[in-house]
């Protein structure tokens, strides 16, 4: 009968988003994961308002110039968003 070795102590397992047994690494990678969320959320809030409430979305130009600030807007909190996850991860 093979013997199962449980997955922390053989060689070949990979580390694992979960932080069991480590509550200080749990908490960051949740925080760093809820900055993600909130910060995608806030940016998504601000276009829809920006294109609803004002007259950007009545033209072609407008709506094509506002999803281009929208996509590099959201870039530019994912982008970073994620490092901080993977580096929460990774701690």
Do not use: K
Request: hydrophobic residues 50%; proline residues 5%; positive net charge.
């Amino acid at each position: 009968m093979r013997r199962v070795t449980p997955r922390s102590t053989r060689r070949d397992s990979v580390p694992t988003a979960t932080a069991h047994g480590n509550p200080d690494r749990a908490a960051r990678m949740r925080a760093a994961l809820l900055r993600l969320v909130i910060g995608v959320v806030v940016v998504d809030a601000l276009g829809f308002a920006t294109f609803y409430f004002t007259a950007l979305s009545r033209t072609p130009n407008g709506r094509m110039s506002l999803g281009l600030v929208w996509l590099l807007a959201t870039l530019a909190v994912v982008l970073p968003g994620l490092r901080g996850v993977r580096a929460a991860r990774r701690s």
